[in-house]
Structure formats: structure tokens, C-alpha cells
């Protein structure tokens, strides 16, 4: 069918690149870009001759906005899946415009000196890409991605609106280390160090960082301690749920690493504040995370699963319902089959189909849009298919 050029390649890009293999039908050609290209190459020989998909590699930096154009107008690509960092999703939005490409990502643009997300800079590209007549599609991993799929299929199957959201991100591994994350280590301190907050009755409610705790029994996981968080999806959401009243946001996280973090915190490590070392500016985070074990280095490690979903409160037919629909995955089964753990399996696997989404043309409109915007239907088939079952609960224990 078509080119998909995938730009990082980490984590989840790895295991985007996978199931775009695995799904040669629609991804004929695949190039993989990134600043280190002999990661790219690596990834190219693993998986060369598993595949029909014909595979190339580029090294760029994706910063610089006239090397992307440069790469796009070499290879060509019928859509552009942004796996780098969020602090690159302004300069490839920039190049898909130039060049009229179709663009997808998986987190919303942050600033790298300001730890704050926020959907206001991606939004202002809605009419540049509109009379473009291509497409961005904001968010596509699990959360923000998967959750807004599952809101957008709630709302289309079960409610006649929805009026409460809790989306509660359990992830119930162990990967034996006292601390590590399970994504780019600075991106998720960055987020979980973040004061929280809520959507309720029209505007954010903020709390301190971990200041509100909940626990839960998670099917097939048991019972966990999870924390409210902010987090980007709960602003697209509160616009595009009609009738919406509060949507919340939890994530489960054990006491070893809250102490750390507290610890790293109290020192000042976690800070993104430029110090000078030695005569050398170097960002305390960024150290960090040198010295943190990478997450793609986790999977032989991980045991245990995940599950993520949503509980939604609504009415239908003028009666009060319940529903949560969520999906649990297997961190040693993910790694069998595609060499990561569950955490970036489960963004990778809704990245490709997000890309497939617009591949195919099966979602087809010009402008900026947030997942939960399109038909859900197709996406919902596809995670079956492509390795993320999902379940839908009736009448399931609610959060306080
Ligand atoms: P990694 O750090 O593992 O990978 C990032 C990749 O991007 C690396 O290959 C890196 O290159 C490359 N990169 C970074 N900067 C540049 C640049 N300037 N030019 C070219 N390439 C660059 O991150 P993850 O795979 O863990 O995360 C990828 C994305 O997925 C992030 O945006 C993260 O926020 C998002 N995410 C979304 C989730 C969701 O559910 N929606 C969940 C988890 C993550 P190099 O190898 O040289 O470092």
C-alpha cells in the first residue's frame, strides 16, 4: 500500500517498527530515521527477511526542520509516525506541512525547558493543515491514544453521554531493579514530578504531586496504590466528551519508586534547571538519566502485566450506567514476540495503527485532530488483531 516513515528509534519505536512488519500489507516500505542511525541499521537487520516490507534507514536530527523537509522529500512517505521525543513535535509538524505528509505522534509538545504539556502549540497548526489537506493525528499510543479510542467507542456503543472518566494506568511488572522507568526516563520523572491535576464542572482542579491516592483491585493484576496525575489526554477529552463533568487520571507506582523519586527529588537531581559541572552546562535530569538503566533494557527482565482502561459513568436511555473497558498485557509475552516490555508495546502497537489508520485512508479528514475525534470502530478491530485485546466490564468497582 504505502511508505511510513518512523522518526526515533527507542523503545516504542522498536516496537512500532515491529508491527508495521508484522502488517506488510499496508506498510510496504518502511524507513526508520533517527539521531543515532546505527540503532536504525540494527533494527533493519533484525528484521530484515521476517518481513515483506521493504526497510531503509536515515540518520536525522529532528530538530532541525530543513533536514526533515530534506528527508521527506528523499523518501517520500505517505505518513510520517513521530516516535522521537515530544520536544520534536513542533519541527516535524513543520516539515509534514512543507512538505504535505500525513503526521501521527504519541505525546503533546513540551517545551524542553518548561516542564509543562500542553496541547495549545499542536493545536494552532488546525487550519496550516487543513488547507494543506493532510492530516495530524495527535496521541496515538495508549495513554493518550487507546483511552481516547475506548471514551470514543463508549460514547458511540453504550452512553448517550458520558459524564465521569477515570482512566487508571496500572502497571503491575517487576523488572527486579529498585528503580528504573519503563519509558524515557526523562519524559516520565518530567511527568510524574509534575503537580497533578483534574478536569471538574468546566475548569482544573490542581493538587500537589502525588497528593492524592487511591487504591485499586485491577482484574488479573490485584490490588495496587495509584496516584492522580495530570496528563495530556484529559485536556482533549473534556472538549471533545459532550456532556463531560470530571475526568481523573491515576497511575500506580510502588513504594520503592516514590522513595527514590523523593529522594532524587530532595537532592535535586530531578531538576531541569542547567547546573555547571566541571565547566560544563549539564541538565541534573539529563545526567540522570544516563545513568538509569534504559528501559528498552528492561524487557528481558519484566514480570507481571499491565492493564489500562477507563471506567466510564453515563446515561443511556435516561438510566445512570457503569462501564470500564480496559486491556491487559503480559511484559514476558511482549517480549517473546517482539524483544520490549509491555509499557512500550503498548504505545508502540496503537502507533502503528494509528499510522495504518491514515495508510489506509480509513480515517480521512484535513486538519489537527486527537484520537478521539475519529470513527473508533476500525482502531478497536485493529488492537484485537494486532496484539491488544480489550474488555468491557459491567457494573465494575468504582474509584472513590
Ligand atoms: P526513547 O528515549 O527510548 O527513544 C526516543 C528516540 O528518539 C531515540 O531513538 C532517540 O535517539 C530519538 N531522538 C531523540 N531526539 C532526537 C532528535 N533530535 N533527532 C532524531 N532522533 C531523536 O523514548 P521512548 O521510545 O520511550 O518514547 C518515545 C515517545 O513515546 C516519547 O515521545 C514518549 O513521550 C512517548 N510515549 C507515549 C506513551 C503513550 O502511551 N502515549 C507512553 C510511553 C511513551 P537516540 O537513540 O540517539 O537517543
Same mark, same amino acid.
Given at each position: 500500500m504505502g511508505?511510513?516513515?518512523?522518526?526515533?528509534?527507542?523503545? =516504542?519505536?522498536?516496537?512500532?517498527?515491529?508491527?508495521?512488519?508484522?502488517?506488510?500489507?499496508?506498510?510496504t516500505e518502511i524507513c526508520i530515521a533517527s539521531r543515532t542511525v546505527s540503532k536504525c541499521e540494527a533494527m533493519k537487520k533484525k528484521l530484515?527477511?521476517?518481513?515483506?516490507?521493504?526497510i531503509s534507514t536515515a540518520q536525522v536530527d529532528a530538530d532541525n526542520t530543513r533536514e526533515l523537509i530534506a528527508l521527506i522529500e528523499k523518501e517520500k512517505p505517505d505518513v510520517v509516525l513521530n516516535l522521537?521525543?515530544?520536544?520534536?513535535?513542533?519541527?516535524?509538524?513543520?516539515?509534514?506541512?512543507?512538505?504535505?505528509?500525513?503526521?501521527?505522534?504519541?505525546?503533546?509538545?513540551?517545551?524542553?525547558?518548561?516542564?509543562?504539556?500542553?496541547?495549545?502549540?499542536?493545536?494552532?497548526?488546525?487550519?496550516?493543515?487543513?488547507?494543506?489537506?493532510?492530516?495530524a493525528l495527535l496521541g496515538s499510543g495508549f495513554d493518550p491514544g487507546v483511552t481516547g479510542v475506548f471514551?470514543?467507542?463508549?460514547?458511540?456503543?453504550?452512553?448517550?453521554?458520558?459524564?465521569?472518566?477515570?482512566?487508571?494506568?496500572?502497571?503491575?511488572?517487576?523488572?527486579?531493579?529498585?528503580?528504573?522507568?519503563?519509558?524515557?526516563?526523562?519524559?516520565?520523572?518530567?511527568?510524574?514530578?509534575?503537580?497533578?491535576?483534574?478536569?471538574e464542572d468546566?475548569?482544573?482542579?490542581?493538587?500537589?504531586?502525588?497528593?492524592?491516592?487511591? =487504591?485499586?483491585?485491577?482484574?488479573?493484576?490485584?490490588?495496587?496504590?495509584?496516584?492522580?496525575?495530570?496528563?495530556?489526554e484529559l485536556e482533549s477529552l473534556a472538549l471533545n466528551m459532550p456532556g463531560i463533568k470530571r475526568i481523573r487520571f491515576f497511575m500506580t507506582f510502588g513504594q520503592s519508586y516514590l522513595t527514590h523519586l523523593k529522594c532524587l527529588e530532595n537532592v535535586g537531581m530531578t531538576s531541569i534547571e542547567p547546573i555547571i559541572y566541571e565547566g560544563k552546562e549539564i541538565v541534573p535530569l539529563q545526567f540522570l538519566k544516563a545513568?538509569?538503566?534504559?528501559?528498552?533494557?528492561?524487557?528481558?527482565?519484566?514480570?507481571?502485566?499491565?492493564?489500562?482502561?477507563?471506567?466510564?459513568?453515563?446515561?443511556?436511555?435516561?438510566?445512570e450506567k457503569t462501564i470500564y473497558i480496559y486491556n491487559v498485557c503480559d511484559h514476558e509475552?511482549?517480549?517473546?514476540?517482539?524483544?520490549?516490555?509491555?509499557?512500550?508495546?503498548?504505545?508502540?502497537?496503537?502507533?502503528?495503527?494509528?499510522?495504518a489508520m491514515l495508510m489506509t485512508k480509513t480515517w480521512?479528514?484535513?486538519?489537527?485532530?486527537?484520537?478521539?475525534e475519529f470513527d473508533p470502530d476500525p482502531f478497536m478491530e485493529a488492537l484485537n488483531e494486532f496484539g491488544l485485546p480489550w474488555q468491557v466490564s459491567e457494573n465494575p468497582v468504582m474509584v472513590e
Open positions: 511508505k511510513v516513515l518512523i522518526i526515533g528509534c527507542g523503545g =516504542v519505536a522498536g516496537v512500532a517498527i515491529h508491527k508495521c512488519c508484522q502488517n506488510s500489507g499496508v506498510f530484515e527477511g521476517m518481513t515483506k516490507a521493504k522521537a521525543l515530544p520536544y520534536q513535535d513542533l519541527t516535524i509538524m513543520d516539515a509534514c506541512l512543507a512538505t504535505k505528509t500525513n503526521y501521527v505522534d504519541t505525546a503533546n509538545y513540551e517545551p524542553e525547558d518548561t516542564a509543562k504539556f500542553e496541547y495549545k502549540w499542536q493545536w494552532a497548526y488546525r487550519e496550516r493543515f487543513e488547507k494543506a489537506g493532510i492530516t471514551s470514543a467507542y463508549a460514547l458511540k456503543h453504550y452512553f448517550d453521554e458520558i459524564n465521569y472518566i477515570d482512566i487508571l494506568d496500572c502497571n503491575g511488572g517487576d523488572h527486579g531493579y529498585p528503580f528504573a522507568t519503563n519509558f524515557n526516563p526523562e519524559i516520565n520523572i518530567r511527568e510524574v514530578s509534575a503537580k497533578g491535576s483534574y478536569w468546566g475548569k482544573w482542579v490542581e493538587t500537589e504531586p502525588m497528593e492524592i491516592k487511591r =487504591v485499586y483491585n485491577f482484574p488479573e493484576v490485584g490490588e495496587k496504590d495509584m496516584y492522580l496525575l495530570h496528563h495530556e545513568v538509569l538503566p534504559d528501559p528498552a533494557s528492561l524487557g528481558p527482565r519484566t514480570k507481571g502485566k499491565t492493564n489500562i482502561g477507563c471506567i466510564f459513568t453515563g446515561k443511556k436511555d435516561g438510566k509475552e511482549c517480549y517473546k514476540e517482539v524483544g520490549s516490555q509491555a509499557v512500550a508495546y503498548t504505545t508502540g502497537v496503537p502507533a502503528m495503527i494509528g499510522a480521512d479528514k484535513a486538519g489537527v485532530y486527537n484520537i478521539e
